[in-house]
C-alpha cells in the first residue's frame, strides 16, 4: 500500500508565501515524477507543476517564476514553495506521485494525496 501525505497550506493575504510538503510511503520500488495539481469546485483538475526523479521542474505558466518545486529523494518528499500569491490561486492543491511497487516493477501507477487547501484572500 503506498500512502501520500500533504502537509501545509493554509489562509494568506495576496503577495504572501506559503510552501507545501508531500511524502510518500508504503509499498514502494521506484518513485519517478512527482507533481502537485490543484482544483477548485466546478472547474477541472489543472497542473501547477512537476519534478522528475532527476529534479527537472515543470511549471504551469500561471505559476511561473512565482512557484518552485522541488524533491528530497532520500524522504520520498516533493515540495512546493508558494511566493507572491494571488486570489485565482486559491484551490484545493493535491500531490502526485508516478509510483512503482515492489510486486509490479515494470508497471507505474499514479497516487494522489488527499488534498489541502490554499486560500488567498485580497
Known amino acids: 500500500q503506498v500512502q501520500l501525505v500533504e502537509s501545509g497550506g493554509g489562509s494568506v493575504q495576496a503577495g504572501g508565501s506559503l510552501s507545501l510538503s508531500c511524502a510518500a510511503s508504503?509499498?514502494?520500488?521506484?518513485?519517478?515524477?512527482m507533481g502537485w495539481y490543484r482544483q477548485v469546485p466546478g472547474k477541472q483538475r489543472e497542473l501547477v507543476a512537476t519534478?522528475?526523479?532527476?529534479?527537472?521542474?515543470n511549471y504551469a505558466d500561471s505559476v511561473k517564476g512565482r512557484f518552485t518545486i522541488s524533491r528530497t529523494n532520500a524522504l520520498n518528499t516533493v515540495y512546493l514553495q508558494m511566493n507572491s500569491l494571488k486570489p485565482e490561486d486559491t484551490a484545493v492543491y493535491l500531490c502526485?506521485?508516478?509510483?512503482?511497487?515492489?510486486?509490479?516493477?515494470?508497471?507505474?501507477?499514479?497516487?494522489w494525496g488527499q488534498g489541502t487547501q490554499v486560500t488567498v484572500s485580497s
Open positions: 519534478i522528475t526523479s532527476g529534479g527537472s521542474p
Open positions: 502526485s506521485a508516478m509510483i512503482t511497487t515492489p510486486t509490479t516493477p515494470l508497471f507505474e501507477s499514479t497516487y
Open positions: 508504503g509499498s514502494i520500488f521506484a518513485l519517478n515524477t
